[in-house]
């Protein structure tokens, strides 16, 4: 019997745009799919920093800011917590929302077996799902439920 996509993901990374949420929310977000089932979640959201201002999470939580300070000069990637999670496989990455370019270069290199866009319009997902429920729960609620429609 094959088991749905959902069931036989373990590891999930999700990319989300910061800049409107705040860090209970992007705990939330976190939370709502190991709720769910997801043994290992990860967040990478975009933060814009302010001068002399830190990230509003510690590194045991797997939620990782990407900032302006996440990148070289040259645009290279120099934040060890975020070539770490580029080392790593993931069964799943959701991308939630339009996220800025330099998300989605992340999201290219990120090993992952499936992508998954929520409500953002991006090429690079495998799947891409809509909908206007605005609440974490809600949505985790409707992937889980579509994701196990869909059969490896």
Request: aromatic share 8%; hydrophobic share 40%.
């Amino acid at each position: 019997m094959s088991r749905s996509i959902f069931e036989s993901t373990k590891s999930m990374i999700i990319l989300t745009d910061g800049s409107n949420l705040d860090r209970k929310e992007i705990l939330k977000l976190k939370t709502e799919w190991e709720k769910a089932g997801v043994k290992k979640v990860t967040v990478l959201y975009s933060y814009n920093l302010k001068k002399n201002e830190g990230t509003p999470f510690n590194q045991n939580e797997k939620i990782i800011p990407v900032t302006q300070k996440s990148f070289s000069f040259f645009r290279k990637i120099k934040d060890l917590n975020l070539l770490k999670i580029l080392s790593k496989n993931f069964d799943m990455m959701l991308i939630f929302g339009d996220v800025d370019n330099k998300m989605l270069r992340i999201a290219k290199k990120i090993k992952t077996e499936l992508r998954i866009g929520i409500n953002n319009q991006n090429d690079l997902c495998d799947i891409i799902l809509k909908s206007n429920l605005s609440n974490h729960q809600s949505i985790v609620t409707f992937v889980v439920d579509v994701l196990n429609k869909i059969k490896k």
